[in-house]
Antibody, heavy 117, light 107 residues
């Protein structure tokens, strides 16, 4: 059974960079697209970006200037960096796996990141 | 950008009753539509893909239908564990594969 687990600081100061890692277990990170999604408190799901095991990426245009995704196949991990954060970036951040048909078949439990001084 | 509209925003039902949730796409997404269930404090879980195919381990009381722009998720007899928020997602146009805003099923 594939499992995903997000990890990283739960508190980030305004203007700093949010950094999260998603660790994949029970399966290989190869040959799939992987996605980051966030959910502000009480709101819906917002796409952040996608990364393939080769490093190919797609980003949400509204976040593209601040987002960097990377993958480490040797560790079966992929990572998110979001720069110049503000309170509007406070959210639960999820990582997920795309099936070969692009629906999301496995999700992490999510991690709450709060932006506050 | 494809807009996914879910209705109603909140659905109040009693255990054992049928629940019918709707999802409409702003343009045709063929049958490339998935449904997810999210319980408080948890990540979403895939219920349905291809508009009507249940994901592994999903009970038969969950069924999906529709194609093009109109889709329905039906829960035939609500169990206590089914009270949650349900999201639809189109993946015909990817990226991004847009989500609806969700329907909360409450007691």
């Amino acid at each position: 059974q594939v499992q995903l687990h997000e990890s990283g600081p739960g508190l980030v100061k305004p203007s700093e960079t949010l950094s999260l890692t998603c660790t994949v277990s029970g399966g290989s990170i190869s040959s799939y697209y992987w996605r980051w999604i966030r959910q502000p408190p009480g709101k819906g799901l917002e796409w952040i970006g996608d990364i393939y095991n080769s490093g190919s990426t797609n980003y949400n245009p509204s976040l593209k200037s601040r987002v960097t995704l990377s993958v480490d196949t040797s560790k079966n991990q992929f990572s998110l960096k979001l720069s110049s954060v503000t309170a509007a970036d406070t959210a639960v951040y999820y990582c997920a796996r795309h099936s070969n048909d692009y629906y999301l078949d496995y999700w992490g439990q999510g991690t709450l990141v709060t932006v506050s001084s | 950008e494809i807009v996914m509209t879910q209705s109603p925003a909140t659905l109040s039902v009693s255990p054992g009753e049928r629940a019918t949730l709707s999802c409409r796409a702003s343009q045709s997404v063929s049958r490339n539509l998935a449904w997810y269930q999210q319980k408080p404090g948890q990540g979403p879980r895939l219920l349905i893909y291809g508009a009507s195919t249940r994901a592994t381990g999903i009970p038969a009381r969950f069924s999906g239908s529709g194609s093009g722009t109109e889709f329905t998720l039906t829960i035939s007899s609500l169990q206590s564990e089914d009270f949650a928020v349900y999201y639809c997602q189109q993946y015909n146009y990817w990226p991004p594969g847009t989500f609806g805003l969700g329907t909360k099923v409450e007691i």
